[in-house]
T-cell receptor
């Protein structure tokens, strides 16, 4: 069964450092998403991406965040200057036909900012 | 504005049937998805309703009433492994799916 792959599984970074979280969505999917989940809390939408541009973003996704699809397979989330409160599990997801169907999630990257 | 409500906790016994309700207020509503998440794991897609009515996928069914802004997930023949969090997530036509706070289902022997 096709999978969404995320790397690394765990990243520890110092406050103020830049991090890039990487994702390889399912190959024939067209829509890509980032979500985050702070420990013990709900899954929060960050951003959706289609046709090489952001289609929707939440208020969490401020100027410190950016996304990129640098080639035909990777989808990245960059946090420019990490804060302690950015510590969370970050999930990448993709879907085949936009808003019509469910999303396939990767297993997540646990980001710990110290 | 946007709102999403589902019960915070549900408990049931093995073999029983449980229904998890969800009410929503979502701009640009397109359809309703349901996800399961075990502790420490990624959300797993369970079901999607784009039209009113019932969708059945094995032991799981999901229902949508657009006019009532309401849906539910029905889990039948409960098994211990069904103990998890369940999220309803309205999809919008802008390509965004917002998760609710989730319902923690505990299945007891």
């Amino acid at each position: 069964e096709p999978e969404v792959t995320q790397t690394p599984s765990h990243q520890v970074t110092q406050m103020g450092q830049e991090v890039i979280l990487r994702c390889v969505p399912i190959s024939n999917h067209l829509y890509f998403y980032w979500y985050r989940q702070i420990l013990g809390q709900k899954v929060e939408f960050l951003v959706s991406f289609y046709n090489n541009e952001i289609s929707e973003k939440s208020e969490i996704f401020d100027d410190q965040f950016s996304v990129e699809r640098p080639d035909g397979s990777n989808f990245t989330l960059k946090i420019r200057s990490t804060k302690l409160e950015d510590s969370a599990m970050y999930f990448c997801a993709s879907s085949g036909t936009g808003a019509n169907y469910g999303y396939t999630f990767g297993s997540g990257t646990r980001l710990t900012v110290v | 504005g946007q709102s999403l409500e589902q019960p915070s906790e549900v408990t049931a016994v093995e073999g029983a049937i449980v229904q998890i309700n969800c009410t929503y207020q979502t701009s640009g509503f397109y359809g309703l998805s349901w996800y399961q998440q075990h502790d420490g794991g990624a959300p797993t897609f369970l079901s999607y309703n784009g039209l009113d009515g019932l969708e059945e996928t094995g032991r799981f069914s999901s229902f949508l009433s657009r006019s009532d802004s309401y849906g539910y997930l029905l889990l039948q023949e409960l098994q211990m492994k069904d103990s998890a969090s369940y999220f309803c997530a309205p999809n919008t036509n802008a390509g965004k799916s917002t998760f609710g706070d989730g319902t923690t289902l505990t299945v007891k022997p």
